[in-house]
């Protein structure tokens, strides 16, 4: 199946005094739809860097990067975005919902922003917030909701852009072990039934029971994670 995702030969380096340093080295990776890749490795590792490079949020110093069939490469700033747009979902450690919004509300401008209809956005908006599990708290504003709530609204917010791929960035990082268990879990079920292909950087063990696959960044590269199989990891 061809990949929702691939990063080929990406090459990120920072400044480090008068030096750079490498963060990622020529890496690969390619992520089929509907497959859930959990990333982990220390602090500092490149994580969300690479995140940021998948999400075409920036560009990396080489290296080409193909979302759902387009490749960002020889692509103009204003093109990128359209892509990303139009292909890509983020979910944050901290759901970043707007304060003044609802939780169907925070749906629905995505719905909005997408130019469809009021109708069919409330309906749409309805239908994930009841298959996340949250519909009776449709009405509230983020300071009403849980934090495990917050994350739910976070990821149907995600889910309302209908994006191939989904970035999400340590979103089980501020939850109890048990809210923890219930997001990872919900992200794996809607990168399966919504055919996303999905990239989550997360330590936890609830969600590395989720993955299809489990990779670790080291050293700029990624190797399938050796700590698979040791189920309570945590930090
Ligand atoms: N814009 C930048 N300019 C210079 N150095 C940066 C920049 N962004 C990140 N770095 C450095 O690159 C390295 C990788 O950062 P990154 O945030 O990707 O790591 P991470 O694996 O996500 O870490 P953590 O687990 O702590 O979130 C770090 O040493 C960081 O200080
Ligand atoms: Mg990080």
Known sequence: MTAALQLEDVTVSYPDGPDWRVILDSLDLSIAPGELVVLSGESGAGKSTLLTVAGLLRRPDSGEITVAGTSSNGL????MTALRRSHISFVYQSANL????TAVEQLQLVGHIRGERASTTRRRAMDLLDELGIAERASQLPAQLSGGERQRVGIARALMGDPSVLIADE???SLDPERAASVADLLGTASHQHGIATLVVAHDSAARLHADRLLRLEGGRLQPDPVAATPAVTG
Do not use: M
């Open 171 to 173: 979103p089980t990082a």
């Open 98 to 101: 707007l304060p003044s919004l």
């Open 76 to 79: 103009n700033d204003r093109r």
